[in-house]
């Protein structure tokens, strides 16, 4: 299991995917849309990759990834660059910091109705 760091402003973390701004917490992911289940299904490069069911039109894939999110760490998740693409940057304000990091160690993790 990677060794985590702080999510507080000003912190420094371990995980790429990670960082903070301005006391929120912004995750890198690579989105794969159109997935037969929404899952966490592990890291992408420097971004945690995230499928979704939903399909990649209309905005449902970002509404389900956030939707995804929310479900899992709480607060409100925002994408805030890449809505068009699949290398997304969302920022999620009030999460659980503690569950924000503990996203890289989750697998296969399917909420039922989440997607």
Known sequence: MAAHGDC???????D??????????ELRLKVVPG???????????DRLKVRVTAPPEGGKANQAVCAFLESLV???ATV???AAHAEKTI???GADHGKVLA?????D???????
Do not use: W
């Not at 996203?103 to 697998?107: F, G, N, Q, S």
């Open 16 to 25: 790429p995917f990670i960082r903070s701004v301005n006391g929120e917490v």
């Open 103 to 107: 996203l890289a160690d989750r697998r």
């Open 109 to 115: 993790h399917d909420p039922g109705a989440v997607g």
């Open 35 to 45: 997935a037969s289940r929404t899952e966490i299904s592990g890291l992408h490069g």
């Open 74 to 76: 709480g607060g409100r």
């Open 80 to 82: 805030v660059s890449g």
């Open 8 to 14: 507080r402003k000003g912190a420094k973390h371990v």
């Open 91 to 93: 920022r999620l304000s």
